[in-house]
């Protein structure tokens, strides 16, 4: 079965760059999640999209922005990196309306190290 | 959404149960039970949810009290690839992309 597709897996930044992390969800997946998981933490909401339209936001920095295309793929912009942002980053995929609350999809993870 | 209290950290048997308590006293009447969990630094992977009955998949077994406050997640025959943190996740029924709140977790490490 399709999962959810994370691109780049691994990156590397020097501080004070910009980095674009991107997520291909499961086919008729219509909802959007990202997650960040710092080193030896949980994983935090950074923001949803439900059919390309912001849906929910949480502790996103304003150096970060994001969006969902009209594929529904979404990509994560981040900008002035700071060593603080080395963490991995996960996308999440549902579809919403399924009885119970849809279960969330996760993707493998990108990795992003800050130097 | 109605926070959850679970053990830092389990051993397991391999091939024995694994039952995982969580404790949610505060939740709502419409908010649901998940479980997830999260090999290591693998993406968090669905393992089951359920409202008030008791629910079963492939995975594993979801028992929830009458009164709701707590729950069990019950893995039959646990594996070495059952070694994980397992997040235990209240919040209501999705309908505006509602985010999961991981709090800490349980570790399960299963041994040989």
């Known amino acids: 079965a399709a999962g959810v597709i994370q691109s780049p897996r691994h990156l590397i930044k020097e501080k004070r760059e910009t980095a674009t992390l991107k997520c291909y969800p499961i086919?008729?997946?219509?909802?959007v999640y990202w997650y960040q998981q710092g080193p030896g933490q949980d994983p935090q909401f950074l923001i949803s999209f439900y059919e390309k339209m912001q849906s929910d936001k949480g502790s996103i920095p304003d150096r970060f922005s994001a969006q969902q295309f009209s594929d529904y793929h979404s990509e994560l912009n981040m900008s002035s990196l700071e060593l603080g942002d080395s963490a991995l980053y996960f996308c999440?995929?549902?579809?919403?309306?399924?009885?119970?609350?849809?279960?969330?999809?996760f993707g493998p993870g990108t990795r992003l190290t800050v130097l | 959404d109605a926070k959850t209290t679970q053990p830092p950290s389990m051993d397991c048997a391999e091939g024995r149960a694994a039952n995982l308590p969580c404790n949610h006293s505060?939740?709502?009447?419409?908010?649901?039970v998940y479980w997830y969990r999260q090999i290591h630094s693998q993406g968090p992977q669905y393992i089951i949810h359920?409202?008030?009955n008791n629910e079963t998949n492939e995975m594993a077994s979801l028992i929830i009290t009458e009164d709701r406050k707590s729950s069990t997640l019950i893995l039959p025959h646990a594996t070495l690839r059952d070694t994980a943190v397992y997040y235990c996740i209240v919040r209501v029924r999705a309908g505006s992309a509602r985010q999961l709140t991981f709090g800490s977790g349980t570790q399960l490490t299963v041994l040989p």
């Open positions: 359920g409202l008030k």
């Open positions: 505060t939740i709502s009447g419409n908010e649901y």
């Open positions: 999440a995929s549902s579809r919403e309306g399924t009885s119970g609350g849809p279960e969330q999809f």
């Open positions: 086919p008729r997946h219509d909802t």
